[in-house]
């Protein structure tokens, strides 16, 4: 039993790093995008956002005119994207998905989310989500490190006792 509460804390510390280490590569990417075109990248208003399944969370709005939807499974590494927009939107639909999906983990509503993109990708936004975001997730890094350390000492007791 207690061995798969220690797989257990070992996967939610594991999958928590990767969903901040997706974040921060989608920020990235999005951080580039700002730099060309920002009009093409508005999320218009009437996107409908999330949806949740079996642990996935779907998001679905329209970039430039053009309904997109991104799968999110709980690894945080998103699907490819579906939609008839073009190569770049695509990319930055993907990066807007894991963001929004972020930001909505931490509490902010919808109506926030769309808020901070109704412009594209700026500067400003980018800045927006970063500060939203900084502090939950220094405290989701220490928490999963936190995790592995505990697991790590527990298994380490137990390889003594076994060894002795």
Avoid: C, W, Y
Avoid at 13 to 35: I, P, Y
Avoid at 37 to 42: A, E, I, M, T
Avoid at 65 to 91: C, D, F, Q, W, Y
Avoid at 149 to 158: A, E, G, P
């Amino acid at each position: 039993m207690s061995g798969n509460i220690h797989a257990d804390l070992i996967k939610n510390a594991t999958d928590m790093q990767s969903q901040l280490l997706q974040f921060s590569h989608e920020l990235s990417n999005l951080s580039l995008k700002s730099l060309d075109d920002q009009n093409n990248f508005k999320m218009t208003a009437n996107s409908s956002m999330f949806s949740t399944s079996g642990g996935d969370t779907t998001v679905s709005f329209t970039l430039g005119g053009t309904a997109t939807t991104v799968n999110i499974p709980r690894s945080g590494v998103p699907g490819e994207p579906a939609g008839s927009n073009t190569e770049p939107k695509l990319t930055v639909a993907k990066a807007m998905a894991v963001v929004a999906v972020n930001l909505r983990g931490v509490g902010v509503g919808e109506t926030d989310i769309l808020e901070i993109f109704k412009n594209g990708i700026t500067p400003t936004s980018l800045a927006a989500v970063e500060s939203q975001l900084k502090g939950h997730h220094d405290a989701v890094l220490q928490l999963s490190l936190e995790s592995l350390s505990r697991v790590t000492n527990i298994l380490q007791k137990i390889a003594q006792k076994l060894g002795s």
